[in-house]
């Protein structure tokens, strides 16, 4: 690689329209709100069976908003939470010339609060609105990009599904080890978790 070519910034926007994330994460809870209130107003018509599989489906839904929201500014590149381990990778493979998809073959968008969890929060809302689902997807929907063996990690220790805390999602990755990379960038996501990641000294 020549002294002067530019080694890409894992936190520099994955998307080609510098508004598109403002698009992606206004679409994202439209859409759940839209789910969430044909849910309600169904329940009561449909047959248990019938109910049951609106159920799986639902969630099904849920879940892909839920990803979508986490990838607004990018999956891998762009996406504005990185460990330190899986931000080094990046920067290694990237130096030595690897392409797109040998960089992110050992790279996970991980959600940082179980999915689950998350859904379950939402199908409980008795009447969802705009403003709950914006403060429900700010403070659950988001993710990290960590290394496999960072995701094999949390599986191993219970944490797939499971979290030490919905006040500070981010003892999730304490109770392993997950460090996380500081960004530099502004970026609505990772300012509004920054006090929570700094209280329990992630920030690397």
């Not at 839904?61 to 891998?76: D, H, M, V």
């Amino acid at each position: 690689m020549g002294p002067n070519k530019k080694i890409i910034d894992p936190f520099e926007l994955g998307r080609n329209n510098k508004h598109a994330p403002k698009f992606w994460i206004n679409s994202t809870i439209d859409i759940a709100l839209n789910i969430l209130k044909h849910r309600i107003n169904i329940k009561n018509s449909l047959s248990k069976d019938e109910f049951l599989i609106n159920e799986q489906i639902t969630r099904e839904l849920l879940g892909r908003n839920i990803w979508k929201y986490s990838e607004a500014f990018g999956k891998f590149k762009g996406c504005p939470f990185w460990s330190v381990k899986a931000f080094n990778h990046f920067i290694k493979m990237k130096k030595e010339g690897a392409m797109k998809s040998q960089r992110e073959k050992l790279l996970r968008h991980e959600h940082v609060f179980p999915q689950i969890m998350l859904i379950q929060m939402m199908k409980n809302l008795k009447n969802p609105d705009k403003k709950t689902l914006e403060l429900l997807f700010s403070n659950y929907a988001i993710a990290t990009v960590v290394t496999i063996d960072e995701n094999d990690a949390l599986n191993k220790a219970g944490l797939r599904q499971s979290t030490p805390s919905k006040d500070n999602i981010w003892l999730r990755y304490k109770k392993i080890g997950i460090e996380i990379k500081n960004n530099k960038l502004k970026n609505i996501f990772f300012n509004f978790h920054l006090n929570k990641i700094n209280e329990i000294n992630l920030l690397k």
